[in-house]
């Protein structure tokens, strides 16, 4: 087993960053040029240095350094003693699928290397054009990490700019963070007397895939042992993620995301009867935020979070949308048995709150809602994102003196059903939340009708109540 500790950058790490020495045009002269973040979360940035807020093929000129030319945007969460960077990283749409997740890499790696202290990758998510392309980029994947691989999910979910892949990763580093990597795909990272979990890429074997029930009973299965092997239950377990390949397509006549929303249920009946779910104030189960979305291939694929902590001042709750039905209460119409998640979950740890927000759509109550108009219905889904993380909302559910807004959101997913309504999409979310780093896929919904689903993470400083003194 792998175990890094962090106490700071090892003197001298900056000076050997690819940041001293940045080719900015004919010129050649020599500056400190620096991917700058998107976003700064629950700190200030205090180093001088030439900012460069996003880089994209089209703002390529002379001054940008030809090596990274990745779209990249990323946010830096300081969380007191402890760097988190949340990175959104899309290569060119030129070159093999290698020379691309290798550019993108290599942009990672020196967002990682500017930072102030030694940074290490935790958990990563690729999106993948297809399938055919996941053995060779894991090994290149492989090859860089060695023994410190990241926690790794691959979704066949094709970039919508026509890219190869895109990269999801986050990163942490800072004083007294040991990162530990036990077993293949997961990463485990304990500081401030908190162990967080995260466990990568739990695939269903091809002989499943006729099945979406006995996909989705082997992949919970899976998980519940990984979880088990160190130490942990469902109970430890705020946020999940789906992919399931042909999510809306019909098997035997039912809709294959129904067929899983039966195994979920099924799978978290047998794990409260044992006592590994987490239990409410009122006695009632809590279940994970969560993401079920469609793949063009690969059958079903898991990944979630986990967070241990035996710290009393730590407070883990769901949120409920009160525009919308509770998920788990939505009657037949929509599934035999009803998909089991909230709609996001908060944490109030010290003096912020972090809310992981569950895949969400554009629905009211129960029902979706501007059939066929994807720029409405991306409207309505930040509506609905918007209602959720609220002042109110969150006071609503016992978090007080907590006033998050769009610009909270750390980063975001935007699933696009259909290719041509990815530009409508963007441009919305690109006026609503900001220049928040984000990656386009394109993927199914969970209902044949809905056009796009939006998921992210926000971290917001607990602040008094205004009148408060």
């Known amino acids: 087993m792998k175990r890094i500790q962090t106490n700071g950058r090892p003197a001298g790490a900056i000076q050997n960053s690819a940041f001293n020495n940045q080719w900015t045009g004919a010129n050649a002269s020599i500056t400190c040029d620096r991917l700058m973040p998107s976003r700064q979360v629950l700190g200030d940035c205090t180093m001088g240095c030439v900012s460069r807020p996003e880089t994209s093929r089209e703002s390529v000129e002379a001054t940008t350094p030809p090596c990274l030319l990745s779209r990249q945007q990323h946010t830096v969460i300081d969380l007191q003693d402890v760097r988190r960077i949340a990175l959104m990283v899309t290569p060119q749409c030129v070159g093999t699928p290698i020379d691309q997740a290798w550019e993108a890499v290599s942009t990672i790696r020196a967002i990682m290397l500017q930072q102030p202290v030694a940074m290490t990758v935790s958990m990563q998510t690729i999106f993948v054009k297809s399938a055919d392309l996941i053995p060779a980029i894991r090994r290149l994947l492989e090859s860089y990490f060695m023994d410190t691989m990241p926690a790794t999910t691959f979704i066949v979910q094709p970039p919508a700019g026509g890219q190869a892949l895109a990269i999801e990763a986050w990163a942490l580093g800072g004083k007294n963070v040991e990162v530990d990597f036990p077993t293949t795909d997961i990463v485990t990272v304990q500081y401030n007397d908190m162990r967080w979990i995260h466990v990568g890429g739990i695939v269903a074997p091809e002989h499943f895939h006729e099945s979406a029930y006995a996909e989705a009973e082997f992949v919970f299965a899976d998980l ?18 789906l992919y399931q390949d042909q999510i809306v397509e019909l098997e035997s006549g039912t809709e294959r995301y129904r067929e899983l929303n039966r195994a979920r249920t099924d799978f978290f009946d047998q794990q409260n009867a044992a006592g590994f779910m987490k239990i409410g104030e009122a006695g009632q189960v809590i279940y994970p935020a969560s993401t079920g979305i469609g793949m063009t291939g690969g059958g079903l694929t898991v990944s979630a979070l ?117 530009p409508v999409c963007e441009a919305v979310c690109r006026r609503r939340f900001g220049n928040v780093p984000a990656i386009y896929a394109i993927a199914d919904v969970c209902r044949p009708e809905l056009l796009v689903e939006i998921e992210g993470v926000a971290f917001t400083k607990r602040q008094p109540d205004p009148g408060q003194h």
């Open 224 to 241: 519940a042992g990984r979880l088990d092997r160190i130490g942990a239950t469902m109970a430890d377990v705020p946020r999940v993620w």
């Open 306 to 422: 986990g967070l241990q902590t035996d710290r009393d001042d730590i407070v883990i709750r769901p949120l409920e949308n009160p525009s919308q039905t509770s998920a788990f209460d939505y009657d037949q119409r929509f599934s035999l048995k009803s998909p089991k998640f909230a709609r996001a979950m908060a944490m109030s740890i010290d003096d912020y709150v972090t809310t992981w927000v569950s895949g969400t759509a554009s629905i009211l109550e129960a029902e979706s809602v501007h059939l066929g108009d994807a720029e409405k219905q991306t409207e309505q889904t930040i509506d609905n994102i918007q209602r959720l993380i609220s002042p109110d909302n969150l006071k609503r559910h016992g978090f007080e003196g907590v006033h998050p807004q769009l610009a909270d959101i750390a980063k975001l997913r935007v699933y696009v059903k259909n290719p041509e309504d990815q």
